[in-house]
């Protein structure tokens, strides 16, 4: 399968990312999203790297996979030495970001770091990489991933939802309830992909209190 561009020809080859590829092309299309061919390549390369968990943690001196705070991530690539270390290390935690707000959403909204604080930072790391690339079009895509961040994410969220295992009735109870409590457009969604019908917060309250 092969994707062109202005700026070259994208090669998709393997099984992978041939999955991916039309994961992304699918649901970008949904969410009226309009990014470069670069960046949907970009996603889906984004894809196939996490699907090795490992890539979202770091190996301790003990040999123990741990998950390193974004705060830490983001003054390690302030403080290093050379500015292509500083855009590598940006852009990782832009990629770190844009998973975990994507797949992990959910189960952010419970945690004491909110999936909002992951769009923030990971959108203004992708923003500090792209000031920092040389290249013309690394500047572009990062510009673009910084800028189009929760639409990014808002793409990956729709793709979790469609490759991960149907939800127990204690998920779609968490969701409903995320729902409820924050107005959540993205908990909204995935619950009318389960097939369940549900009402604005303030009709809910109104009828209620009638």
């Not at 994961?23 to 390549?41: D, G, N, S, Y």
């Not at 984004?46 to 699907?51: D, H, P, S, V």
């Not at 409903?176 to 409590?181: A, D, F, K, L, V």
Request: glycine residues 4%; hydrophobic residues 40%; aromatic residues 10%.
């Amino acid at each position: 399968m092969v994707r062109k561009s202005s700026a070259k020809s994208i090669l998709i080859d393997s099984s992978p990312d041939a999955f991916f590829f039309e994961l992304v092309q699918e649901a970008i299309k949904h969410q009226h999203v309009r990014v470069l061919p670069e960046t949907e390549f970009y996603l889906v390369k984004l894809l196939n790297r996490f699907i090795a968990s490992e890539s979202l943690f770091v190996k301790t001196t003990d040999g123990e996979m741990k998950d390193q705070p974004l705060a830490f991530l983001y003054k390690e690539a302030l403080e290093a030495e050379s500015t292509q270390n500083q855009k590598s290390l940006f852009q990782n935690l832009g990629d770190i970001s844009l998973y975990k707000a994507g797949f992990f959403q959910e189960s952010l909204n419970h945690s004491a770091v909110p999936v909002d604080y992951y769009i923030g930072l990971g959108g203004t790391a992708y923003l500090n990489a792209a000031e920092r690339s040389e290249e013309k079009h690394y500047q572009a895509l990062f510009q673009e991933l910084g800028k189009k961040f929760e639409s990014c994410v808002e793409v990956l969220f729709e793709i979790s939802e469609k490759t991960t295992v149907t939800k127990t009735e204690q998920d779609l109870l968490r969701l409903y309830e995320m729902w409820e409590r924050t107005g959540s457009e993205r908990a909204k969604r995935a619950l009318k992909r389960a097939g369940i019908a549900i009402e604005k917060p303030d009709k809910l309250k109104k009828e209620k209190a009638s």
